[in-house]
């Protein structure tokens, strides 16, 4: 439990050994911020170790974790990803005995799952890596060049990661794709007799979630988010004298902003590198705490300016008032907030833990009532379709993008469970 750099350290990775590897860090989605939920998850097979890490949420993963129970199969977590763990240890039915047969396992699995996965298993002779079929969450494929010992191959949430390891980047593993990481290099397995469905790639990923420096769908996130901008400014423009972003996820809209609409970009807030994001901090207490330490206002660059102020998006509603007020506190005569997404209405239940809808201001408040409630002059959102246009503008190929936080469509059907109980659904349920 706790910040991976807090956590980890030589001493206790370097007994790791071997050539194959997985790793997780976990964002809580099904099941609380418990030891017992932490990822990866490993157990052992008739066919040697098996080990899963999950990035999603399973929209039926009530009925598959009845189905097990119901087995004999006994569970320890709250987490859905517990449940995929279980069902790839489980021979799908007419498999041949004697042989663990993986790809037959995780093809089985994508049969019957439902919702959005992303995944990596570890088994004794490879690493697996499976996207669902709507390709919900990111997942891509990395290749560490020879240098002197035999090449590498990786796969990553976000290509970001990849550098770090001085690991070149190959291509996103494609929705509904099995791919096997072994001695022999890289193999692509496709589900069998699956039928095409539409792409649903998670469209908050590019509004704030992706680091900015990642590549998804062969586009720069950043790219994007300056695209956003530029689209805001062409829809809700304003007369002011300066355009400021929230550090560091607004700051490419905030960039796109200036450079559409011809007004100057600068630094209205410095930020504390120290603190993490304020979108996942466990509670609205530590959210409105998080803004006192994690900016403070460069009244020289403020001072009697009517300022444009770009964020990416609004959640809750708790840290653009602190931030509203921080502003006119560094000597900003005029605060104008512009937020490069449209109202976020809705929950997610696809892997991006986004509170209950009760919880959202954008999901009970017009844009005037949030516009008060935050005080700022004036409050403007980019449109859906600005936003969707602006995304899709840099895709050459099919795309397709699910945008259910913002509209409320959602590409999966939901069972009522979701909807009263979300991301706890399985705390405290034992049968």
Same mark, same amino acid.
């Given at each position: 439990?706790?910040?991976?750099?807090?956590?980890?350290?030589?001493?206790?990775?370097?007994p790791?050994?071997?050539?194959?590897?997985?790793?997780?860090?976990?964002?809580?989605?099904?099941?609380?911020?418990?030891?017992?939920?932490?990822?990866? /998850?490993?157990?052992?097979?008739? /066919?040697?170790?098996?080990?899963?890490?999950?990035?999603?949420?399973?929209?039926?993963?009530?009925?598959?974790?009845?189905?097990?129970?119901?087995?004999?199969?006994?569970?320890?977590?709250?987490?859905?990803s517990?449940?995929?763990?279980?069902?790839?240890?489980?021979?799908?039915?007419?498999?041949?005995?004697?042989?663990?047969?993986?790809?037959?396992?995780?093809?089985?699995?994508?049969?019957?799952?439902?919702?959005?996965?992303?995944?990596?298993?570890?088994?004794? *002779?490879?690493?697996y890596?499976? @996207?669902?079929?709507?390709?919900?969450?990111?997942?891509?494929?990395?290749?560490?060049?020879?240098?002197?010992?035999?090449?590498?191959?990786?796969?990553?949430?976000?290509?970001?990661?990849?550098?770090?390891? *001085?690991?070149?980047?190959?291509?996103?593993?494609?929705?509904?794709?099995?791919? @096997?990481?072994?001695? +022999?290099?890289?193999?692509?397995?496709?589900?069998?007799?699956?039928p095409?469905?539409? @792409?649903?790639?998670c469209?908050?990923?590019?509004? /704030?979630?992706? @680091?900015? *420096?990642?590549?998804?769908?062969?586009?720069?996130?950043?790219?994007?988010?300056?695209?956003?901008?530029?689209?805001?400014?062409?829809e809700?423009?304003?007369?002011?004298?300066?355009?400021?972003?929230?550090?560091?996820?607004?700051?490419?809209?905030?960039?796109?902003?200036?450079?559409?609409?011809?007004?100057?970009?600068?630094?209205?807030?410095?930020?504390?590198?120290?603190?993490?994001?304020?979108f996942?901090?466990?509670?609205?207490?530590?959210?409105?705490?998080?803004?006192?330490?994690?900016?403070?206002?460069?009244?020289?660059?403020?001072?009697?300016?009517?300022?444009?102020?770009?964020? +990416?998006?609004?959640?809750?509603?708790?840290?653009?008032?602190?931030?509203?007020?921080?502003?006119?506190?560094?000597?900003?005569?005029?605060?104008?907030?512009?937020?490069?997404?449209?109202?976020?209405?809705?929950?997610?239940?696809?892997?991006?833990?986004?509170?209950?809808?009760?919880?959202?201001?954008?999901?009970?408040?017009?844009?005037?009532?949030?516009?008060?409630?935050?005080?700022?002059?004036?409050?403007? /959102?980019?449109?859906?379709?600005?936003?969707?246009?602006?995304?899709?503008?840099?895709? +050459?190929?099919?795309?397709?993008?699910?945008?259910?936080?913002?509209?409320?469509?959602?590409?999966?059907?939901l069972?009522?469970?979701?909807?009263?109980?979300?991301?706890?659904?399985?705390?405290?349920?034992w049968?």
């Amino acid at each position: 439990m706790g910040l991976v750099h807090q956590v980890f350290n030589e001493e206790n990775l370097s007994p790791l050994k071997g050539h194959l590897a997985i790793g997780h860090n976990r964002y809580s989605t099904t099941g609380g911020s418990h030891l017992r939920n932490a990822q990866p /998850y490993l157990i052992e097979t008739m /066919y040697g170790p098996l080990g899963v890490g999950h990035n999603g949420n399973l929209t039926n993963a009530l009925e598959l974790r009845r189905t097990l129970l119901e087995r004999g199969v006994g569970l320890i977590s709250s987490s859905d990803s517990e449940v995929i763990t279980q069902m790839l240890a489980a021979p799908p039915p007419g498999a041949a005995p004697g042989k663990p047969d993986w790809e037959a396992r995780l093809t089985n699995f994508i049969d019957l799952a439902e919702g959005a996965y992303s995944l990596v298993i570890l088994t004794r *002779d490879a690493v697996y890596a499976v @996207r669902d079929p709507l390709g919900l969450r990111p997942l891509c494929i990395g290749r560490i060049p020879a240098n002197g010992h035999p090449a590498g191959y990786v796969v990553a949430s976000e290509s970001c990661a990849l550098g770090t390891i *001085d690991a070149d980047y190959v291509r996103e593993v494609e929705p509904g794709e099995i791919v @096997r990481l072994d001695a +022999d290099g890289v193999h692509s397995v496709r589900t069998a007799d699956q039928p095409p469905v539409s @792409r649903a790639f998670c469209i908050f990923e590019y509004v /704030y979630f992706a @680091r900015p *420096d990642s590549v998804i769908e062969n586009q720069t996130v950043h790219r994007v988010r300056q695209r956003l901008g530029e689209a805001l400014a062409r829809e809700a423009p304003a007369d002011a004298d300066i355009v400021v972003g929230v550090p560091d996820s607004a700051t490419p809209a905030a960039i796109g902003y200036a450079i559409a609409s011809g007004l100057t970009y600068t630094e209205g807030l410095t930020k504390n590198r120290y603190i993490g994001r304020t979108f996942i901090q466990p509670d609205d207490r530590l959210r409105r705490a998080g803004v006192h330490l994690k900016y403070n206002p460069l009244r020289a660059n403020l001072e009697g300016k009517r300022v444009v102020l770009v964020d +990416d998006s609004i959640v809750r509603g708790t840290t653009a008032g602190p931030l509203v007020r921080l502003l006119r506190e560094g000597g900003a005569a005029e605060v104008h907030v512009r937020v490069s997404s449209p109202p976020v209405r809705h929950p997610c239940f696809m892997g991006i833990d986004m509170a209950r809808g009760e919880e959202l201001i954008g999901h009970s408040r017009t844009v005037e009532e949030i516009c008060e409630h935050i005080g700022a002059d004036s409050l403007a /959102y980019l449109s859906h379709d600005g936003m969707v246009r602006a995304v899709q503008a840099g895709i +050459d190929g099919a795309s397709g993008h699910c945008s259910a936080c913002f509209t409320g469509n959602y590409p999966i059907k939901l069972e009522e469970y979701w909807t009263s109980k979300e991301k706890l659904v399985f705390e405290g349920v034992w049968g």
